[in-house]
């Protein structure tokens, strides 16, 4: 086993050809076993372990550096610079993360996990290594469908002008998580096809250098390419032609299922947890089809990841052209959506809290500020989201319930989510965001209002006196408890409230409060800078009333555990509860 | 004269050629005269009179849809859709913005002022046609830098692979507001010295069919080349070559100075009001190159608008390596910041408040999650800035302050201002921005602290009792004004604090506060909503401590007059003071 004496690059440069590819199965195998057991990027990563060796053959990382775009592809990488522990033995495992991270390595110069930014850092280290006068080689490393995001361009125009060396390793899998579809990729497929011999070449066009290889799969024919453009004194873009998931069968066949895939059985590819039973993916999934079948004007749109609102195969084939998936094109989505909605359509955006915040600007200005009635679907906006540290679904709540026009919504069940969905849909006066809730679906216990246009209008959900606890979205179960064990414990009867909008207050409410309340608690799953308890804090500021701010600290975390961080914040039933008590003078 | 009969584009249909040409002189000598008078955006719309003629004449508006990218182009646009009063008589002037604006005609389908959104805008407008089986034609008119952003290049991909009307009409006059630099624009150049021929063509090579068309200036050309794509059945670029400033020789001259130029005399092209005398911009451009002389690894960058720190050629000429213009791209020049940042470089970055908001994800993912110590400088972060509503200030405080590891700064004079960027470019721990001050340049009274790495300190200016007075940046003027008001007439004397970082509190400070003062009153120069005074009452919650916030609304205003807003939102010594003494029980 070769894989056992690699403790960094230097032990690779010795081997031969057919020694890194014995290294190459060894690494495959070693993913395997892991991501088997703790699921993982699968696609990316089988399909770049010859690129990766040969990265490291040929350059001289640290010194050399590479920026992984994503770097959801950098588990060989990880595997070649010290860290392969965390992918052969099964209690290290853990002290890894998935994308690349200083902390854990000098070779590993960037914490990142969006996509399109790679030519632009790599930009900006050949320009900080010119300004010294030093000679590093210097590799962006993307593809995977991160070449369609905006940025990529910016960075592929600006890069073109560094008159240094600047290496573009492009890693072209014809796909990005999903199908790729735009015109980018369509020229990338006539480059494959004439093996980069076609008359357009958008990269020469940029004034790049550019040269093409079909086997970006074979470590020999990847080493010769990086040979020839080591220490380049010019920007060069190399194309790389990889197949996702290469070496296992199940991914090579179903490449999006597989980009990123669970725990499962490595004989036969099966999820260890299949997800099963009710779910809101699914739902929202099964409404949005009926809608498009009775108004040919509802669409909707995703970018490259079409999960978000369980659109498989099957259901963008049923939705026809009623279905975008747009790529990685926030920009370009949210700014499409509101061209829609001017004309008449009915556009249903949907993706990751963290992504959304790409397209900020197109959000404020083209939706926001020209009052398109565009429904935004925020998924995974919650601490119970994924808990990697590019990936927080912290900070959606505070960043765009802030942008006049925009009517934040915050459901906290299953009808009352879609009550807030069919009316956003139906109504042509508002941009509407909406958190998808989190977890296990939970029924209404009462009918759910169906009209949200008297805007900011709270729902008490219990009247009662003294305290009053305004529970938003996925934190109002936490408000149900608190005032559950206020009353069973404290013979208090607090009033509870679902305030259903973030991005406004009822502010006859909040002066109706005064007249029997004097403690006020709020309850929001997102950071309290900026968001909906400093809100009510403002509110109050001139009154005696005693507000309690619940939420997540404006802080970066990684790979946390979200029960720990609640008790940190204080965010529990109990810590609540006493804070209550003191604040009444009851303690 | 032509021109005082038409209202509207029906009336320029039946004009012949010859006729037309009178007609784009007229247009002009109406521009020329407004201009001189009001100031505009004098390059883009001088180049864009024979077109915007053509378009007119060859297309059916509104029900043919223009959407104009950036749109400040747009003017003739406007005299042609009924709206020419606007630009004939001086007291009607006022009546039209300098954007798009569907409140003013049905003509205008987006309010539109940032770059690089007219494809995406155009996807949409066209989507939703084909969604309800009509066939009105979309055209997006692009050009003037915009291409650049990398929007454009997500909605040119996506574009290309609608499979009906879409014409995208690229006005290119070589320029973006500064000269361009990427390879895009070598690429386009190539285009025009082949007359659209050569080999390498990125719009084909994306799927578009593709037309040149040398004569952008020429209402026959424009007119012949427009008819040729009218109605066509699939996507399609028209690539035109323009001159920007065409008619006028200052602005044919100077393109980059009348890109947007100020009230002038006509004759002779000179500023009615010259800028005289001290002001932050030529202080930051002095300081910044002296700093580079000094330090080699001190760089620059701008995307666009050099201007920003008055770096006009011969500034730029003398940086040399140590400045980068990178055209419209914020998001590359944020994240290839945090690149020179992590190779041992010294950025600034520097540009408008509003244009900062494209680029939150880089700022959030790449300078922020990677700590890179990059100095971001915000420019017109003021109510008293640009008062356009797609370039309001207003919204980058809560907007950036809420990033975890970011140092949002806060100058109140100038001395302050340049300790400040100084320690900023110095250290290396912090992604910092700073507010560059705004309007006359105020010095301090005292000696200001050079190091700002004990994050959060606020500043004491007064000690006093009773009351506390914190105010921000730009509005700390006010607040000394409101000190000294309620010394002299209320015999209080209170304390008055610069707090510095709009991103932190000082909480040792907010609780010795407590010791002696009953009312705190926030003062800031943005939207309260997610802002600094919330994070004050957010503290102060549970405390008998009373809080006033004063800052602006959340709303979207155009054209605006600062001395009536900031009287409608209570922002004026006088109401502050009266709601002091009625917090303090003094009335």
Redesign the interface.
């Known amino acids: 086993m070769f894989l056992e004496n690699i403790n960094g690059p230097q032990d690779i440069k010795s081997l031969k050809i057919k020694d890194l590819n014995i290294l190459a199965s060894e690494i495959r195998e070693a993913l395997l076993d892991k991501m088997s057991n703790c699921g993982g990027h699968f696609g990316p990563n089988f399909g770049f372990v010859e690129a990766t060796i040969a990265l490291h053959y040929v350059f001289n990382s640290p010194v050399d ?1 590479f ?1 992984f775009d994503v770097s959801h592809q950098s588990y060989t990488h990880k595997i070649l610079t010290g860290r392969k522990d965390a992918f052969l033995k099964p209690d290290h495992y853990g002290e890894v993360t998935g994308y690349t991270e ?1 902390l854990e390595s000098e070779h590993d ?6 996509t ?2 790679s030519v ?13 006068g030093h000679t590093e080689n210097v590799v962006a490393i993307i593809g995977d469908g991160s070449l ?14 560094l008159e240094s060396n600047l290496i573009v390793l492009l890693n072209d899998n014809n796909m990005a998580i999903s199908d790729v ?7 990338l497929q ?1 480059l494959r096809n004439s093996k980069g011999t076609c ?4 990269f ?5 250098d550019y040269i093409y290889e079909e086997d970006g799969n074979d470590v020999g024919a990847m080493i010769r390419v990086l040979q020839k453009v080591k220490d380049t004194d010019h920007p060069i873009v190399v194309h790389i032609h990889t197949q996702k998931g290469k070496g296992y069968q199940p991914a090579e066949k179903s490449r999006e299922d597989w980009h990123w895939f669970p725990p499962f059985i490595k004989e036969t590819g099966e999820k260890r947890k299949p997800m099963t039973g009710e779910n809101y993916d699914n739902l929202v999934a099964e409404y949005l089809l009926d809608k498009m079948k009775k108004d ?2 509802v ?1 909707a749109l995703c970018a490259a990841v079409p999960a978000t609102i369980a659109f498989d195969k099957a259901h963008r084939d049923e939705a026809g ?2 279905f ?1 998936d ?2 990685i ?1 926030e ?2 989505m949210l ?11 009915k ?1 249903i955006v949907a993706t990751f809290s963290t992504f959304f ?2 397209a ?3 959000i ?3 939706i ?3 009052k398109c009635p565009v429904t935004i679907l925020i998924r995974n906006g919650s601490v119970w989201a994924g808990n990697d ?2 990936h927080l679904g912290w ?1 959606d709540m ?2 765009f ?5 925009l009517v934040f919504l915050c459901p906290t069940n299953c009808e009352e989510y879609f009550a807030m969905l069919d009316w956003s849909i139906e109504q042509n006066d508002f941009p509407v965001v909406i958190r998808i809730p989190r977890g296990k679906v939970v029924h209404a216990n009462e009918p759910v209002e169906k009209n949200y246009s008297d805007l900011n209008k709270f729902h008490v959900v219990q009247e009662g006196e003294k305290v009053a606890v305004l529970a938003l979205g996925d934190f109002f179960q936490i408000g149900e408890e608190v005032v559950e064990h206020l009353k069973n414990f404290s013979g208090l009867k607090p009033t509870l409230i679902n305030p259903r909008y973030a991005s406004g207050l009822d502010e006859n409410l909040l002066n109706t409060l005064q007249q029997n309340h004097s403690v006020v608690v709020t309850l929001e799953d997102s ?5 909906f ?3 009510i ?2 509110f ?3 009154t ?1 009333m ?4 619940y939420g997540l600290k ?3 975390l990684d790979g946390y555990n979200v029960t720990a961080v609640l008790k940190e914040y204080g965010i529990t039933c109990e810590n609540i509860v006493d ?1 209550i008590l003191n ?1 009444l003078n009851r303690k």
Do not use: W
């Open positions: 550096k920026v200083p110069l960037f914490t990142v996990g969006h399109s930014t632009s850092l790599a930009c900006g280290l050949a320009k900080a290594r010119d300004l010294k369609s995001g905006g940025e990529a361009f910016e960075g592929l125009s600006c890069g073109a002008r579809n735009g015109g980018l990729y369509k020229h006539d008359s357009n070449n958008i020469k066009a940029f004034g790049y040919p004007t669409i052209k009623q975008m747009v790529d094109c920009q370009h700014s499409m959506a509101a061209g829609i909605a001017k004309n008449g359509g556009p915040q790409r900020y600007d197109q404020a200005q083209d926001c500020i020209n540290v590019t900070f505070a960043l319930s802030n942008i006049p026009n950071i309290l800078d900026g968001g308890g400093q809100k804090a403002g109050y500021g001139r005696n005693k507000v309690l701010n404006k802080e970066f804070n604040a």
